[in-house]
C-alpha cells in the first residue's frame, strides 16, 4: 500500500504540497567519535592570487569583499584551509607559476640557484591576508620540479622526477631526488622568512594524468621512492612540524591505488595526510589508512556559471555539492575538503565566486554549502556518530574544541521534516541552538533560536534546504 500511495503522489505533483511536515528522529553520541576535522577551503594557484589582489583590475573594494566571502566568519564561508601551488616555470606567462630556482646549477649535486621574487605570483600576500582572518593551515604543493629535474626536460607534460624507479636510462643516471626535496625545502624557508608558516607540503599534483601545464607523472612506488628523503630533509631543516602529503590523485580510486603501491613502497610513515581529487572517481569507500584524509580539488569543470541553490538540477548547483561535502565527510573519513578555485574571472564553475568579466563579484551557492562547515566546523573539531531515522536527512555531527556541538543536516527530501534531535553523551540541559539555513532563498541565514530541552531540542528541517545547528 505504502509505495503506491507514495508513486501516486509523485505522479500527481503534490509530493511537496503535504499539509504536515513528516517525523524522524536524529541520534546523536558524543561518546562515538569519528574523525578529528583539520578544515574546509580553496585554492587561488595559478595566479588567481593575483587576479583577485588586482593585477587584472579588480579594484580594492571588490578585493576585500572577495576576501570576506572567503574567509570571514560573520560574512563569509569561514574558510581554514589555503592550498597554494609551488611553480616550476621558468616564467610567469601565461598563467604559469614560477620557479624558485627557474636555471639548471648544471648537476643534481651542484647547489640551486633561488631566485625568491618576494611575492610568489601574490600567494605570499594571500596567504598572509588568509592569516589574518585566522587561517592557519598553508598547504602548499606543486603540481611538477622544475623542467631540469625530470626525464622529459620539461615541467609540463608529464614526464618523471630523475632517480626515481625506473628512470635510470631516460635520465642518464641522474638522481635529482635530493635537489628536488632542498627545493621544496627553501620554499617553505621563503615563506617562513616572510612570516607565513606553511603547514603541509606536497611535492605531485595529480601524478596520473599528462597535461600541457605542469605536470608530473608518478606511482606510488615511484612517489615511494622520493618520500623519505622529503621528509628527512624537512626534518634536518627545521621543518619537522610540516606534514607531507601525498599524491592528489584526480579521482578517489587512484588515489586509493596509488596509496597501497604507497604502502607497498613501505614509505606511508613518511606522510602525515593522504590526499586525492574528486574529479575522476568521487570519493568513495574511506582509504585504509590510519592517516589523515583530505580531498583537496574538485569542481564542476563542465558547466555554464550556476549560482543557484536548486533549480534545474544541474551539477554546479549548490544542493549537489551540499551533498557530496557531506558524502565525503561521513562516508570517505575526509578531514579536509577543498573547492577547486577560490574566486575566478570564469564563466564556468571552476571556481566559488566569479570576478568576470573582471571587477565583478558573483557568489555562488556552492560557496554556501562549503560555509555551512567551515564557518562552523572550526579545526580540531571531531565528527561523532549521528544517525537518522530517514536517510534523506543526511546529518554529520561535531564536537568543537570548545566543547560545543555542530549538526549538519542536508534534506534532499521534497517536503518539510519535523525532526527530534536526541543528544547522549551526558549533554543536552537547557542552551540555544542556532540553525544557519541555506536554499533558494538563503545564504548561510541564521534564524530563529531554538531552546534546547532535557536531551536534545526539536526543528523543522525544510524541504530542499541545508541547516547547520550550532549549540
Ligand atoms: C611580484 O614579482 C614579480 C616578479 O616575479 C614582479 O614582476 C611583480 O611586480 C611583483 N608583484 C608585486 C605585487 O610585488
Ligand atoms: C612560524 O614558526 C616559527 C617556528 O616554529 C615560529 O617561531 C614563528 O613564530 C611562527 N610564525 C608565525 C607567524 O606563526
Ligand atoms: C615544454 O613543452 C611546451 C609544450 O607544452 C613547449 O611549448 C615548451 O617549449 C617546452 N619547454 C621546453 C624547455 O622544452
Ligand atoms: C578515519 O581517519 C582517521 C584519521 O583521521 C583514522 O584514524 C581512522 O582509522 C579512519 N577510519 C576509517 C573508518 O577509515
Ligand atoms: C576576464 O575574461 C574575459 C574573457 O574570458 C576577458 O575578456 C577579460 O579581459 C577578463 N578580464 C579581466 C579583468 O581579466
Ligand atoms: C565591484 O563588484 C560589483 C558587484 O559585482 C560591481 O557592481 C562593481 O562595479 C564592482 N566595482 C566596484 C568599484 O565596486
Ligand atoms: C543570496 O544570494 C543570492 C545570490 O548571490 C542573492 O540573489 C540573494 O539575494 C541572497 N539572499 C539573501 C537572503 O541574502
Not at 648544471?106 to 633561488?114: E, I, T, V, W
Not at 626515481?164 to 632542498?182: F, H, L, N
Not at 615511494?224 to 622529503?230: H, K, S
Not at 564556468?348 to 565566486?353: F, H, P, V
Request: glycine share 12%; charged share 15%.
Amino acid at each position: 500500500m505504502k509505495p503506491r500511495s507514495f508513486v501516486l503522489l509523485i505522479a500527481a505533483g503534490c509530493a511537496a504540497q503535504r499539509n504536515s511536515a513528516q517525523q524522524a528522529t536524529i541520534n546523536i553520541d558524543l561518546n562515538l567519535r569519528h574523525q578529528t576535522i583539520d578544515g574546509f577551503g580553496i585554492s587561488a594557484a595559478f595566479q588567481r592570487s593575483s587576479d583577485i589582489r588586482g593585477k587584472k583590475g579588480m579594484s580594492p573594494g571588490n578585493t576585500s569583499a572577495i576576501l570576506e566571502y572567503l574567509f570571514s566568519n560573520e560574512n563569509g564561508a569561514g574558510l581554514t584551509i589555503l592550498r597554494n601551488g609551488i611553480g616550476s616555470s621558468v616564467d610567469t606567462s601565461r598563467d604559469f607559476m614560477n620557479s624558485i630556482a627557474p636555471e639548471s646549477p648544471g648537476s643534481p649535486d651542484a647547489p640551486l640557484n633561488y631566485m625568491w621574487d618576494g611575492n610568489d605570483t601574490d600567494q605570499l600576500w594571500l596567504s598572509q591576508q588568509a592569516l589574518s582572518y585566522g587561517v592557519q593551515t598553508i598547504y602548499a604543493d606543486a603540481w611538477s620540479a622544475p623542467a631540469y629535474m625530470k626525464s622529459n626536460k620539461n615541467d609540463s607534460n608529464g614526464g618523471f622526477l630523475c632517480g626515481v624507479s625506473g628512470t635510470e636510462q631516460v635520465c642518464g643516471g641522474e638522481d635529482w631526488r635530493q635537489s628536488y626535496a632542498d627545493y621544496l625545502t627553501q620554499y617553505l624557508r621563503f615563506y617562513q622568512e616572510s612570516g607565513v608558516n606553511i603547514s603541509h607540503v606536497g611535492f605531485l599534483n595529480e601524478p596520473d594524468l599528462i597535461v600541457y601545464y605542469a605536470s608530473m607523472v608518478s606511482s606510488g612506488y615511484q612517489a615511494a621512492d622520493f618520500l623519505p628523503i622529503l621528509r628527512r630533509t624537512l626534518d634536518e631543516g627545521g621543518f619537522a612540524h610540516v606534514q607531507v602529503t601525498c599524491c592528489e590523485a584526480t579521482g578517489w580510486q587512484t588515489q586509493a591505488d596509488m596509496l597501497t603501491e604507497l604502502q607497498l613502497g613501505g614509505a606511508e610513515d613518511d606522510i602525515g595526510t593522504v590526499v586525492g581529487h574528486g574529479y575522476s572517481s568521487n570519493p568513495g569507500l574511506p582509504f585504509a589508512t590510519d592517516k589523515k584524509v583530505w580531498q583537496t580539488e574538485w569542481a564542476d569543470l563542465d558547466g555554464d556559471w550556476n549560482a543557484h541553490w536548486d533549480v534545474l538540477g544541474k551539477a554546479g548547483e549548490g544542493l549537489p555539492w551540499a551533498n557530496h561535502i557531506q558524502r565525503s565527510l561521513a562516508q570517505s573519513n575526509v578531514s579536509g575538503w577543498l573547492y577547486w578555485q577560490g574566486a575566478e574571472n570564469t564563466t564556468g564553475n571552476s571556481a566559488l565566486i566569479s570576478m568576470y568579466p573582471g571587477d565583478e563579484v558573483h557568489v555562488s551557492k556552492r560557496l554556501w554549502a562549503l560555509g555551512a562547515y567551515g564557518r562552523f566546523v572550526k579545526p580540531g573539531s571531531v565528527r561523532v556518530v549521528c544517525e537518522s531515522t530517514i536517510a534523506l536527512l543526511h546529518s554529520t555531527a561535531y564536537e568543537t574544541v570548545e566543547g560545543g556541538l555542530v549538526l549538519v543536516v542536508v534534506n534532499n527530501g521534497h517536503t518539510d521534516w519535523d525532526v527530534e534531535v536526541v543528544v547522549d553523551g551526558g549533554r543536552g540541559g537547557g542552551g540555544k541552538v542556532t540553525p544557519w539555513i541555506t536554499n533558494n532563498e538563503f545564504n548561510l541565514t541564521a534564524t530563529e533560536q531554538i531552546d534546547q530541552g532535557e536531551s536534545g531540542w526539536k526543528m523543522m528541517v525544510p524541504a530542499r534546504s541545508m541547516v547547520t545547528y550550532v549549540v
